[in-house]
C-alpha cells in the first residue's frame, strides 16, 4: 500500500530538519574552533600571502657565529631570535645584526607553565635588556623548543606582541608563499637562499610578512586575513 500524500510530506520534512540540525552543528563546531583559534591561543607559524614572500629565521645562542651566518646572507634580511644568554654576552654583536638591517625578537624557554602576570614580567625585562642594545622595540616573541601552552601565547598576545614560531624548517627544501622558516644549520644557509630564489620566492623579515589589521589565527597557526 503506498504512503499518503501527508505521510510523504511528513517524511520530507523529517529528513530536511535532520539534515539542516547536521549542517547547523557542523557550521557551529566549525565556527567555535574558529573562533578559540582567533582568541589567541596558538602562535603564529605562516601567514597568509600572495606576494611570493617567505620569512626565514634563526635562533641565536651564545655559540652561535654571528659573523659567519652574516657572511653567508649577504643581502638578505632575515629574522633573528636572541635569548637572554646571547643579549648578556654578545650585545655588540646583536648591535651588528641591527645595523645590517636584521630584525631581532625574543627568544624564551620559560614562559610555558607561567602565569600570565610572570609572563609580562619576563618580557618586560627582556625588553629593556634589549633597549641598553637598541633603541628599535621588539614585537616578536618565539618559544624555544615549542615550549609553550594556550596561557603563554595568550600573554603574548595581550601584551600588543606577536608569538612567532615556523611552519618548516631549512632541511625540508619545499617551500611556499607564507613559510616562516628556521634555519637549522648555518652552513646550508647559501643552498637555502638558492632553493628560495629558484622557487621564484622573496625572502623578507618577519616583521613585514605579518598581517598587522584585521586578522586571526586557525588551527594550524597560519596568521589569515579576517
Excluded at 552543528?25 to 596558538?42: C, E, G, L, Q, Y
Excluded at 618559544?143 to 625540508?172: C, H, I, K
Aim: charge should be negative.
Amino acid at each position: 500500500m503506498k504512503p499518503k500524500y501527508n505521510e510523504k510530506f511528513t517524511f520530507f520534512l523529517s529528513c530536511l530538519v535532520i539534515l539542516t540540525l547536521i549542517i547547523t552543528d557542523f557550521s557551529t563546531r566549525t565556527t567555535v574552533k574558529n573562533a578559540m583559534a582567533s582568541r589567541a591561543h596558538i602562535p603564529i607559524t605562516c601567514v597568509e600571502n600572495h606576494s611570493r614572500e617567505v620569512a626565514l629565521t634563526y635562533n641565536l645562542h651564545p655559540c652561535s657565529d654571528i659573523d659567519f651566518i652574516l657572511s653567508e646572507l649577504g643581502d638578505t634580511t632575515i629574522t633573528f631570535f636572541a635569548d637572554e644568554s646571547t643579549l648578556l654576552f654578545q650585545p655588540q654583536k646583536i648591535k651588528a645584526i641591527r645595523s645590517k638591517g636584521h630584525e631581532v625578537g625574543i627568544l624564551r624557554s620559560d614562559l610555558k607553565g607561567r602565569t600570565q602576570q610572570e609572563i609580562f614580567d619576563i618580557i618586560a625585562d627582556t625588553i629593556e635588556e634589549f633597549s641598553f642594545i637598541s633603541e628599535k622595540n621588539n614585537e616578536l616573541v618565539r618559544f624555544e623548543m615549542n615550549l609553550y601552552d594556550s596561557n603563554a601565547v595568550r600573554a603574548v598576545f595581550t601584551l600588543g606582541l606577536y608569538p612567532v614560531q615556523w611552519s618548516t624548517d631549512s632541511t625540508v627544501g619545499n617551500y611556499t608563499e607564507g613559510d616562516i622558516i628556521l634555519i637549522t644549520d648555518d652552513t646550508d644557509i647559501g643552498k637555502l637562499l638558492e632553493k628560495i630564489n629558484a622557487d621564484g620566492l622573496k625572502t623578507v623579515p618577519v616583521g613585514k610578512l605579518l598581517i598587522k589589521n584585521n586578522y586571526k589565527i586557525d588551527l594550524s597557526g597560519e596568521m589569515i586575513n579576517n
